[in-house]
């Protein structure tokens, strides 16, 4: 416990009972409620979102690339994310933290991969799909990446901060990412076509865990025997939703801190 409260020190509400916060609990279940109705129909309803999934956020994408590097200092961000230190490559946790990123973006192991390949052609050619994703995926990395350090360096060049200044998580996405939206013209489209993008990425990254869990359970092992699919769903969804509550009191981001780096995984 001394390593884990080294790296997350105990704050303020941390270590209380405090409940659950109602408006947590409410865009949590918000989220569960669009990804069942992403899922229910199974390939039908799957389909159609996945769609609007892969595409939207390239939309939001290009449009915060176009602002970002119109943006004041964003040539000093740009330019922090491609100098290498390549004093880091001999320090373990990066290449921890990049085999986590690839394990992630790509959704390796948690099987939704492997249920939407199941929905195609049974000659497709999966061997060219799978190279052609994996590269979409680093690609669609960098670009992001792009996008955000152009963001960061017009922080830099408003507050007078780094750019290299150390900023991950939550952190990254709700403070910096915020503080700099908040002093652009046009704060309220921008921070809308943002965060809307992460609501977006969030909710097919959960779809896809849900079809990947719903597809070999209802499908292959015929668990729910001859229960209609649109319940063996909601089933599911509730308890991912009742499991997603252990993160909506006032100690959710410790606990979240500890999921996200002390998993088996």
């Known amino acids: 416990s001394s390593g884990i409260n080294a790296e997350w020190p105990l704050r303020p509400g941390s270590d209380s009972g405090d409940g659950p916060a109602w408006q947590l609990v409410v865009l949590l279940t918000l989220a569960w409620v669009v990804t069942y109705l992403c899922v229910f129909k199974g390939v039908k309803s799957t389909g159609k979102a996945a769609y609007f999934a892969a595409t939207f956020p390239y939309i939001c994408l290009i449009i915060l690339f176009f602002r970002g590097v119109t943006l004041p200092g964003a040539g000093d961000g740009i330019a922090a994310l491609f100098k290498p ?46 190279i052609v994703v994996a590269c979409i995926n680093c690609g669609t990395s960098v670009f992001a990446g792009i996008c955000i350090y152009a963001i960061l360096g017009y922080r830099a060049h408003v507050t007078g901060r780094s750019v290299d200044e150390k900023v991950f998580g939550t952190g990254l996405t709700f403070i910096a990412i915020t503080e700099a939206v908040g002093s652009m013209a046009g704060t309220a489209f921008f921070a809308f076509v943002f965060f809307f993008m992460l609501f977006n990425l969030g909710v097919s990254s959960q779809f896809g865990t849900l079809a990947g869990m719903v597809t070999p359970l209802y499908n292959d092992l015929k668990l729910f025997g001859n229960a209609r699919k649109e319940l063996c769903v909601a089933l599911i969804a509730i308890i991912f939703l009742l499991i997603g509550l252990v993160f909506t009191p006032g100690n959710g981001e410790y606990i979240l801190g500890l999921f996200n780096n002390y998993p088996v995984t």
């Not at 085999?99 to 790509?106: D, H, K, P, R, V």
Request: net charge neutral.
């Open 85 to 130: 230190d390549f004093g880091m490559l001999l320090t373990p946790k990066v290449w921890i933290d990049a085999a986590t990123q690839i394990f992630f973006s790509l959704s390796l192991g948690f099987g939704a991969l492997v249920a939407f390949a199941s929905f195609m052609p049974y000659k497709n050619n999966i061997t060219r799909d799978s």
